[in-house]
T-cell receptor, first 114, second 117 residues
Framework: NAGVTQTPKFQVLKTGQSMTLQCAQDMNHNSMYWYRQDPGMGLRLIYYSASEGTTDKGEVPNGYNVSRLNKREFSLRLESAAPSQTSVYFC?????????????FGEGSRLTVL | AQTVTQSQPEMSVQEAETVTLSCTYDTSENNYYLFWYKQPPSRQMILVIRQEAYKQQNATENRFSVNFQKAAKSFSLKISDSQLGDTAMYFCAFMKGSGGSNYKLTFGKGTLLTVNP
């Protein structure tokens, strides 16, 4: 079972470059999320999509954009990467609706911005 | 806004012993869920245990149990008979239980647990 798949797993960018992190889930979940994980900071929510066709800002949305392409896919875009965006990014999904809070996570994408 | 605090950045325990990880939270909500997630060195995070705030009984999952003290806003995780595979970062998390699109989880900063042989 694939679950939540993120690509790429590793990426190095130069300041000012753009890139898109891709995420897909095969569990027919309604809700999808993007988190970033930094040492000593835990996980912080960047954006989420409660259901197909909707997106909302999380705790740290500045510098990012998202697209809920369809029910399966939720991408995160960095338009002009900055060193402060060096982090590990996690995509997650959940059932939504009568959501009980169990998130299913991808393996993470390690991004370095030079 | 909700906050989740894990006051122990790192802990260690000997194999087969019991360890307790602490978590406190701050909220004005009455209906909510609390979680412990585990992130092993391979990095994929998984749910360990979940507690509904309206339930007085503490949740248990095999060797994992919680001590939920609603009035004190405390939610600790006890791992019994620790195993080497329990070595991981553990995150406490909070979610509102009200209706609408409140599906967001707020995570603590994590506790790195090392189980020593």
């Amino acid at each position: 079972n694939a679950g939540v798949t993120q690509t790429p797993k590793f990426q190095v960018l130069k300041t000012g470059q753009s890139m898109t992190l891709q995420c897909a889930q095969d569990m027919n979940h309604n809700s999808m999320y993007w988190y970033r994980q930094d040492p000593g900071m835990g996980l912080r929510l960047i954006y989420y999509s409660a259901s197909e066709g909707t997106t909302d800002k999380g705790e740290v949305p500045n510098g990012y954009n998202v697209s809920r392409l369809n029910k399966r896919e939720f991408s995160l875009r960095l338009e002009s990467a900055a060193p402060s965006q060096t982090s590990v990014y996690f995509c997650a999904s959940s059932e939504g609706g009568h959501n009980t809070g169990e998130l299913f996570f991808g393996e993470g994408s390690r991004l370095t911005v030079l | 806004a909700q906050t989740v605090t894990q006051s122990q950045p790192e802990m260690s325990v000997q194999e087969a012993e019991t360890v307790t990880l602490s978590c406190t939270y701050d909220t004005s909500e009455n209906n909510y869920y609390l979680f412990w997630y585990k992130q092993p060195p391979s990095r994929q995070m998984i749910l360990v245990i979940r507690q509904e705030a309206y339930k007085q009984q503490n949740a248990t999952e095999n060797r994992f149990s919680v001590n939920f003290q609603k009035a004190a806003k405390s939610f600790s995780l006890k791992i019994s008979d620790s195993q080497l595979g329990d070595t991981a970062m553990y995150f406490c998390a909070f979610m509102k239980g009200s209706g609408g699109s409140n599906y967001k989880l707020t995570f603590g900063k994590g506790t790195l647990l090392t189980v020593n042989p």
